[in-house]
């Protein structure tokens, strides 16, 4: 089976998971984002790798924080954005999403970025649009959000570039995270010897092992030593009923306090995807702390949708 | 009409036949094997020199959309499909629209059927008023209609009280209950097996217990009913160990396999192909060895095609939303014979599971080419490997998972009452 995300000569297509990219695109996308990260300094923060291009930002879910970077980096590389929130219009007209991809593409759109509820989407999307349209996944299901783990692993290889020589821990919502396994898929592609999740029973899918990573449910063993924290947001559906009793207790057992990052490395950084839930995941004290890293997940962001962008784009 | 079909290689495993062998057909019947009755002359002689003649298919499930979703397929459309498959007599399961609960409903099926003059249809009724499980239906009244068995399709009967109820009255007149054991709880907006790949691809997942747990409730209260039982579509190897204890503890219970799930497992789903969107879903490597183990030592007795012609917009949708089923009357004989094949089992054997065996859980009188027996029968070459696509299928639905694939079996002729319907 063809990797769906590849050209017949390798290079990246359409960006719709990490799972199945080979290090070598991945590095290419991380040292593409670090030309990048300048052109924010810049008087005009623009350069002209997307000029006459048209993206079009396509989300059937609702989102602040990725659609944003998404547009700032469209814009930055001088693309034509269109945004729609596809949930507020023709899909409660009953179009489906398939009809409204077709009609974008009779606008000419040369890139979609997409968003939405159901795993797959984004793959369904590729398979279907004309040969020269690039499709980027901004979030499908649970299944992934290959930017998300991108910006995440960027984030780590600025801190601590010593990819080979890292335990990582992401603590949460694993059954229900696209942002978790594509963070896993990444970690593991670009050869970190150590995953750990942490999480009761209840919030990680069936044989996750066989994604590469240690389970731990005790998140005093599964913080020792470690020398990145990731976070999951929990959903807020999620925070009482079958899965969890209340967000107190979850907070009280998974939640990270300062208390609890002392039993990582000295040096560890604590990342979150956004947006956080203060008080149910993570405490306030760790978030703004000093070993937070959250505010500059997001900078970092932007770079590497640019990166990823002009890839597709054949820059 | 006399028909003589000469020179083929006859299997009829209900009389243990596998050799080259004459018939001759006269008045719809099989008038003589072998030898020519004296003074036949046929009007018609099929030369079968290189093909297979085995009695025509025997599918327990194959959902023909009428009434009801004729936007998905219509009765004369699926017919053909049954014909081109080999197909002679057919269940379908009762989640029409409306569902079929009321006799007049299955009266009009049966007419319609009968019209087309193809296959046999033969109508499970509904074990529950609209299958909500909550009321139980005439089933004196459907029987008469000509119901062969009371089927909830795939909805589960969540209130056991109701399921006990049903399966006692059932039990009273002797009718079979036909259910998909699953827990519906345990496999709510599940869409795939709960494993690896689920885990992988983000999809909710159906756990094996979801399974084995309805197996045991269901096992349970027909023992305490007295309630013949037929067991639809299992997917997990507990599952099979479980019906292959009943089975040698002595209990009435029947069971089948989709075709499709001989072949297929969760891998299959690769980058989300809603094709391989079924119910129940294709599981792992071990339970697809088991499947294929207990038809080997007859646990399963029937292979069925799962037919469910699904329309291509219904496909596209994302995994999860794209509706479950694939068509499947004119795959259900190459399934078989390349499960056969991969699986070293005899072609009498395997051809058991289509002919003889369905037709002994249906209680009828077909799957069998015996002396003076209806003249159903199915002609084809298992040489000839024909390649899986919409343009190849009959059926109004073209959703597979095997599209693209090559399968041996090529269906020449299908004969019913002695008419030819294909070939």
Redo the contacts between chains.
Sequence with gaps: ?QN?QLNNDGKLKHLLSI?GLPKKILNQILDAAESFLGVAEREVKKVPLLRGKTVCNLFFENSTRTRTTFEIAAKRLSADVITLNVSTSSQSKGE???DTIDNLTAMHADMFVVR?S????A??IA?HVAPHISVINAG?????HPTQGLLDVFTIRKYKPEMHNLRVAIVGDVLHS?VA?SEIHALTTLGVPEVRVIAPKTLL????E??GVHVYHDITEGLKDVDVVMMLRLQNERMAGAMLPSSQEYFKTYGLTAEKLTLAKPDAIVMHPGPMNRGVEIDSAVADGPQSVILPQVTYGIAVRMAVMSILAGN | MKIHIKNGHLIDPKNGVDAKQDLFIAAGKIIAIGKAPEGFIANQTIDATDLVIIPGLVDVSARLREPGFEHKATLESEMQAAAAGGVTSLACPPDTEPVLDEPGLVEMLKHRAKQLNQAHVYPLGALTHQLAGKEITEMCELSEAGCVGFSQADVAIKDTQVLWRAMQYAATFDFTVWLRPEEPYLAKDGVAH???V????????I?AAAETLAIASILRIAKETGAKVHLCRLSTAEGVEMIRTAKKAGQQVTCDVSANHLHLTDVDI???D?NTHLKPPARSQRDKTALSNGLADNTIDAICSDHTPVDD?AK??????AEAGATGLELLLPLTLKWAQDNKIRLNDAIKHITQAPANILGIAAGELSLNSNADICVFDPKEYWKIEPKALLSQGKNTPFLGLELPGKVKYTLVNGHIVHG
């Design positions: 089976m769906p799972e489906t999403i398939l939405h159901q795993s797959g989407a793959h369904m398979k499908d299901g649970r299944h992934a696209r396994r899918p069936e044989d996750v066989k994604l | 709960d494993g690896e689920a885990a992988r691809l983000g999809l909710k997942g756990p690769g980058y989300f809603a917009d596209l949708y994302p995994f999860a939303e």
